[in-house]
């Protein structure tokens, strides 16, 4: 038996959990106040992942930069490798919210999409 301990991020309450697992799988969770605890815990403790926002540059923009983020979230161990990507690319403006603005990001298979409207200059 393994005993894990986490602070929820599903909700603002920000719960301790306690996560019990048997043989590599979930057999308990506790000290969660709504659903979301559950649901959080058992996801990362057996395979954590994260939604990652940051910047791009724009080329021929009214702003040099537009702000991006993961269309869904991506394994934990693979942000430096989606940081590597995003830093390195590079976006023509227009771009409109929702644009993807960089496709299969680090192999991910998902794509990297703009949180901004940047207008061209």
């Known amino acids: 038996m393994e005993k894990r301990e986490l ?20 057999t308990e969770v506790t000290g969660n106040t709504c659903q979301k605890g ?15 926002t940051s910047t791009m540059c724009v080329v021929g923009g009214e702003k040099e930069r537009v702000s991006v983020k993961t269309a869904s979230d991506i394994p934990k161990d693979k942000i430096f490798d989606v940081m590597r990507d995003i830093d390195a690319a590079s976006v023509s403006a227009p771009v409109s919210i929702g644009d993807v603005v960089l496709a299969d990001v680090a192999g991910t298979g998902v794509d990297v999409v703009a949180t901004r409207n940047i207008h061209g200059r």
Do not use: F, H, Q, S
Not at 11 to 22: A, D, H, S, Y
């Open 7 to 26: 602070t929820c991020i599903g909700c603002p309450m920000g719960c301790m959990l306690t996560v019990i697992l048997e043989n590599g799988e979930v």
């Open 38 to 52: 559950d649901i959080y815990a058992r996801k990362e403790v057996v395979n954590p992942t994260r939604i990652v």
